[in-house]
Protein backbone atom coordinates (compact mmCIF):
# COMPACT_ATOMS: atom_id res chain seq x y z
CA UNK A 1 0.00 0.00 0.00
CA UNK A 2 1.35 3.59 -0.86
CA UNK A 3 2.98 5.52 2.58
CA UNK A 4 3.06 8.51 -0.08
CA UNK A 5 0.15 9.41 -1.67
CA UNK A 6 0.46 12.44 -4.33
CA UNK A 7 -2.43 13.88 -6.42
CA UNK A 8 -3.16 14.28 -8.49
CA UNK A 9 -0.69 12.04 -11.07
CA UNK A 10 -0.40 14.73 -13.49
CA UNK A 11 -1.32 18.03 -13.03
CA UNK A 12 -2.51 20.76 -16.23
CA UNK A 13 -2.57 24.51 -15.52
CA UNK A 14 -2.64 27.29 -17.66
CA UNK A 15 0.34 30.73 -17.24
CA UNK A 16 -0.56 32.86 -13.99
CA UNK A 17 -3.28 30.40 -13.02
CA UNK A 18 -2.83 29.60 -9.47
CA UNK A 19 -2.69 25.62 -8.73
CA UNK A 20 -2.31 23.68 -5.59
CA UNK A 21 -0.71 20.03 -5.48
CA UNK A 22 -1.44 17.92 -2.63
CA UNK A 23 0.50 15.24 -0.62
CA UNK A 24 -1.08 12.52 1.91
CA UNK A 25 0.71 10.12 4.42
CA UNK A 26 0.48 7.32 6.38
CA UNK A 27 3.58 6.41 8.26
CA UNK A 28 2.63 9.32 10.76
CA UNK A 29 6.19 10.86 10.25
CA UNK A 30 7.18 14.17 11.62
CA UNK A 31 8.80 15.62 8.33
CA UNK A 32 7.21 16.54 5.27
CA UNK A 33 9.32 17.79 1.92
CA UNK A 34 8.69 19.12 -1.03
CA UNK A 35 11.03 18.75 -4.10
CA UNK A 36 11.01 20.43 -7.65
CA UNK A 37 12.85 18.21 -10.16
CA UNK A 38 13.42 19.00 -13.60
CA UNK A 39 13.83 17.17 -16.57
CA UNK A 40 17.44 15.01 -16.56
CA UNK A 41 18.08 17.54 -13.22
CA UNK A 42 18.47 16.22 -9.49
CA UNK A 43 15.72 17.25 -7.44
CA UNK A 44 15.70 19.98 -5.47
CA UNK A 45 14.69 20.95 -1.76
CA UNK A 46 11.85 23.65 -2.06
CA UNK A 47 10.82 23.41 1.63
CA UNK A 48 10.24 21.30 4.51
CA UNK A 49 8.11 20.91 7.70
CA UNK A 50 8.60 19.48 10.96
CA UNK A 51 5.45 19.19 12.12
CA UNK A 52 4.47 22.52 12.24
CA UNK A 53 7.45 24.60 11.72
CA UNK A 54 7.79 25.13 8.33
CA UNK A 55 11.32 25.98 7.27
CA UNK A 56 11.91 27.50 3.45
CA UNK A 57 14.86 27.00 1.19
CA UNK A 58 17.02 30.58 0.68
CA UNK A 59 16.49 30.21 -3.20
CA UNK A 60 12.63 29.09 -3.25
CA UNK A 61 10.61 31.81 -5.01
CA UNK A 62 7.68 33.74 -3.09
CA UNK A 63 5.51 32.21 -6.01
CA UNK A 64 6.01 28.69 -4.03
CA UNK A 65 3.97 28.30 -1.09
CA UNK A 66 2.98 25.41 1.52
CA UNK A 67 0.62 24.47 3.84
CA UNK A 68 0.18 21.75 6.04
CA UNK A 69 -2.85 21.26 8.01
CA UNK A 70 -2.60 18.47 9.81
CA UNK A 71 0.23 15.65 10.26
CA UNK A 72 -0.67 13.78 7.27
CA UNK A 73 -1.40 16.26 4.50
CA UNK A 74 0.38 18.81 2.92
CA UNK A 75 0.05 21.17 -0.51
CA UNK A 76 2.15 22.83 -2.79
CA UNK A 77 0.65 26.20 -3.34
CA UNK A 78 2.26 27.99 -6.94
CA UNK A 79 0.40 31.14 -6.87
CA UNK A 80 1.39 32.09 -10.70
CA UNK A 81 2.74 29.25 -12.50
CA UNK A 82 5.24 30.40 -14.74
CA UNK A 83 6.53 28.47 -17.98
CA UNK A 84 9.80 27.25 -16.05
CA UNK A 85 7.40 25.98 -12.95
CA UNK A 86 6.54 22.86 -15.10
CA UNK A 87 8.53 19.95 -13.94
CA UNK A 88 7.99 16.68 -11.19
CA UNK A 89 6.94 18.05 -8.14
CA UNK A 90 7.60 15.06 -5.28
CA UNK A 91 6.87 15.32 -1.51
CA UNK A 92 9.03 12.31 0.42
CA UNK A 93 8.62 11.82 4.41
CA UNK A 94 10.82 11.02 7.12
CA UNK A 95 10.23 9.75 10.59
CA UNK A 96 12.42 12.61 12.38
CA UNK A 97 14.76 15.75 11.35
CA UNK A 98 18.15 13.74 11.85
CA UNK A 99 20.36 13.49 9.26
CA UNK A 100 20.41 9.66 9.21
CA UNK A 101 16.83 9.40 8.86
CA UNK A 102 15.49 7.75 5.30
CA UNK A 103 13.29 9.55 3.21
CA UNK A 104 9.52 7.80 1.71
CA UNK A 105 8.50 9.48 -1.30
CA UNK A 106 5.45 9.89 -2.82
CA UNK A 107 4.99 8.50 -6.89
CA UNK A 108 5.30 13.02 -7.83
CA UNK A 109 3.02 15.49 -10.13
CA UNK A 110 4.05 16.21 -13.33
CA UNK A 111 2.93 19.63 -13.69
CA UNK A 112 2.23 21.32 -17.20
CA UNK A 113 2.21 25.03 -17.83
CA UNK A 114 0.39 26.22 -20.94
CA UNK B 1 31.52 21.51 -9.75
CA UNK B 2 28.82 19.81 -8.44
CA UNK B 3 29.05 18.07 -4.44
CA UNK B 4 27.88 15.02 -5.77
CA UNK B 5 29.13 13.09 -8.56
CA UNK B 6 27.58 10.26 -10.53
CA UNK B 7 29.31 7.95 -13.33
CA UNK B 8 28.67 7.18 -15.71
CA UNK B 9 25.17 9.14 -16.83
CA UNK B 10 23.96 7.01 -18.59
CA UNK B 11 24.49 3.27 -18.91
CA UNK B 12 23.02 0.86 -21.33
CA UNK B 13 23.57 -3.11 -20.57
CA UNK B 14 22.38 -6.62 -21.56
CA UNK B 15 20.82 -8.61 -19.13
CA UNK B 16 22.26 -11.09 -17.17
CA UNK B 17 25.46 -8.00 -17.29
CA UNK B 18 26.80 -7.01 -13.37
CA UNK B 19 26.39 -3.20 -13.52
CA UNK B 20 28.44 -0.55 -11.31
CA UNK B 21 27.31 2.83 -10.58
CA UNK B 22 29.93 5.44 -9.31
CA UNK B 23 29.54 8.02 -6.92
CA UNK B 24 31.58 10.76 -5.47
CA UNK B 25 31.03 13.74 -3.37
CA UNK B 26 33.12 16.16 -1.97
CA UNK B 27 31.14 17.68 1.01
CA UNK B 28 30.83 15.78 4.98
CA UNK B 29 28.60 13.44 5.15
CA UNK B 30 26.52 11.28 8.10
CA UNK B 31 24.48 9.03 5.63
CA UNK B 32 24.36 8.46 1.53
CA UNK B 33 21.31 7.14 0.13
CA UNK B 34 21.02 5.14 -3.38
CA UNK B 35 17.51 6.36 -4.76
CA UNK B 36 15.86 4.40 -8.19
CA UNK B 37 13.43 6.67 -10.14
CA UNK B 38 11.12 4.58 -12.01
CA UNK B 39 9.90 6.60 -15.78
CA UNK B 40 7.27 8.80 -14.82
CA UNK B 41 8.33 9.90 -11.06
CA UNK B 42 8.32 7.76 -8.31
CA UNK B 43 11.37 7.48 -6.39
CA UNK B 44 12.07 4.61 -4.13
CA UNK B 45 14.79 4.75 -1.41
CA UNK B 46 17.09 1.66 -1.80
CA UNK B 47 19.95 1.69 0.72
CA UNK B 48 20.96 4.38 3.00
CA UNK B 49 24.39 3.36 4.79
CA UNK B 50 27.43 5.61 6.50
CA UNK B 51 30.11 3.18 6.58
CA UNK B 52 30.19 -0.62 5.08
CA UNK B 53 28.39 -2.42 2.98
CA UNK B 54 24.35 -3.16 2.36
CA UNK B 55 23.11 -6.06 0.63
CA UNK B 56 19.27 -6.63 -0.72
CA UNK B 57 18.34 -9.34 -2.89
CA UNK B 58 20.84 -8.25 -6.49
CA UNK B 59 21.63 -5.04 -5.12
CA UNK B 60 24.52 -4.10 -3.37
CA UNK B 61 25.72 -0.64 -2.35
CA UNK B 62 29.52 -0.22 -0.63
CA UNK B 63 30.96 3.23 1.00
CA UNK B 64 34.18 4.35 1.59
CA UNK B 65 34.62 7.51 3.68
CA UNK B 66 37.76 8.04 3.70
CA UNK B 67 37.53 8.22 -0.07
CA UNK B 68 34.37 10.14 -0.33
CA UNK B 69 32.94 7.47 -2.68
CA UNK B 70 30.14 5.12 -3.00
CA UNK B 71 29.13 2.17 -5.65
CA UNK B 72 26.19 0.25 -6.43
CA UNK B 73 25.98 -2.89 -8.06
CA UNK B 74 23.22 -4.84 -9.79
CA UNK B 75 24.04 -8.37 -10.03
CA UNK B 76 22.27 -10.49 -12.71
CA UNK B 77 20.50 -7.20 -14.35
CA UNK B 78 17.37 -7.57 -16.00
CA UNK B 79 15.11 -5.30 -18.07
CA UNK B 80 13.07 -4.18 -14.84
CA UNK B 81 15.91 -2.50 -13.29
CA UNK B 82 16.19 -0.29 -15.72
CA UNK B 83 15.36 3.24 -13.91
CA UNK B 84 17.85 6.12 -13.05
CA UNK B 85 19.81 5.69 -10.17
CA UNK B 86 20.55 8.58 -7.76
CA UNK B 87 23.19 8.82 -5.29
CA UNK B 88 21.93 11.75 -2.65
CA UNK B 89 24.16 12.85 0.78
CA UNK B 90 22.71 13.62 4.39
CA UNK B 91 25.04 16.65 5.16
CA UNK B 92 22.97 18.37 8.06
CA UNK B 93 19.31 17.54 9.34
CA UNK B 94 17.12 18.15 6.50
CA UNK B 95 19.88 19.00 4.13
CA UNK B 96 20.66 16.32 1.56
CA UNK B 97 22.68 16.53 -1.92
CA UNK B 98 21.52 14.64 -4.79
CA UNK B 99 23.73 13.81 -7.70
CA UNK B 100 22.46 14.26 -11.12
CA UNK B 101 21.04 10.65 -11.77
CA UNK B 102 22.68 7.63 -13.76
CA UNK B 103 19.97 6.30 -16.48
CA UNK B 104 20.65 2.44 -16.99
CA UNK B 105 19.16 0.58 -19.94
CA UNK B 106 19.09 -3.28 -19.42
CA UNK B 107 18.05 -4.44 -22.59
CA UNK B 108 16.59 -8.14 -22.91
Known amino acids: DAMVIQNPRYQVTQFGKPVTLSCSQT?????MYWYQQKSSQAPKLLFHYYDKDFNNEADTPDNFQSRRPNTSFCFLDIRSPGLGDAAMYLCATSRGAGSNEKLFFGSGTQLSVL | KNEVEQSPQNLTAQEGEFITINCSYSVGISALHWLQQHPGGGIVSLFM???GKKKHGRLIATINIQEKHSSLHITASHPRDSAVYICAVSVRNNDMRFGAGTRLTVKP
Open chain 2, 49 to 51: LSS
Open chain 1, 27 to 31: LNHNV
